[in-house]
């Protein structure tokens, strides 16, 4: 059977929010880092849809504003966080350095991109002020840059 990293983490014991190295690929020189940034603790809490969705968006544009080299920001299926995939090495307190600075943007912001039938595949499920409560949430409580001890 394959081995699926996420799948082999503890959810029970993980202390969210926070940012961690999950896994990284080397193919000759190119180097690909994945990153879990939790926002909320697993198996008790979880994003609503609208709020992931919209939450997606925001952090797809504006992290790339604080990041060299995202490929791509995805939702994860249990809806308490984001998973990050970046061309070459970064620091977890870079990631968490940048992702509060957006996370303070969002709390703030009027503004979702990429709204409109013709830019997203469910336009009709979006939150900004969902979006905008969780982050919040996730800034009072602080981003810890270890999963399994509230270090900030």
Same mark, same amino acid.
């Given at each position: 059977?394959? %081995?699926?990293?996420?799948?082999?983490?503890?959810?029970?014991?993980?202390?969210?929010?926070?940012?961690?190295?999950?896994?990284?690929?080397?193919?000759?020189?190119?180097?690909?880092?994945?990153?879990?940034?939790?926002?909320?603790?697993?198996?008790?809490?979880?994003?609503?849809?609208?709020?992931?969705?919209?939450?997606?968006?925001?952090?797809?544009?504006?992290?790339?504003?604080?990041?060299?080299?995202?490929?791509?920001?995805?939702?994860?299926?249990? %809806?308490?966080?984001?998973?990050?995939?970046?061309?070459?090495? &970064?620091?977890?307190?870079?990631?968490?350095?940048?992702?509060?600075?957006?996370?303070?943007?969002?709390?703030?912001?009027?503004?979702?991109?990429?709204?409109?039938?013709?830019?997203?595949?469910?336009?009709?499920? &979006?939150?900004?002020?969902?979006?905008?409560?969780?982050?919040?949430?996730?800034?009072?409580?602080?981003?810890?840059?270890?999963?399994?001890?509230?270090?900030?």
């Amino acid at each position: 059977m394959a %081995r699926v990293e996420s799948f082999e983490l503890d959810h029970n014991t993980v202390k969210a929010p926070y940012v961690r190295l999950a896994g990284t690929e080397k193919n000759g020189e190119a180097l690909i880092e994945k990153y879990d940034l939790r926002f909320l603790q697993p198996n008790e809490d979880e994003l609503p849809t609208a709020a992931v969705h919209t939450l997606e968006h925001l952090l797809a544009v504006n992290l790339r504003d604080h990041l060299e080299g995202i490929i791509d920001i995805s939702p994860m299926g249990c %809806r308490t966080g984001f998973y990050m995939i970046m061309w070459n090495e &970064h620091s977890p307190k870079e990631i968490r350095d940048a992702l509060v600075n957006v996370l303070n943007f969002i709390a703030e912001t009027d503004f979702v991109p990429a709204v409109s039938a013709k830019e997203c595949g469910n336009y009709k499920d &979006h939150s900004l002020f969902s979006a905008q409560e969780y982050a919040k949430i996730v800034l009072a409580k602080g981003i810890s840059l270890d999963p399994f001890e509230r270090v900030l």
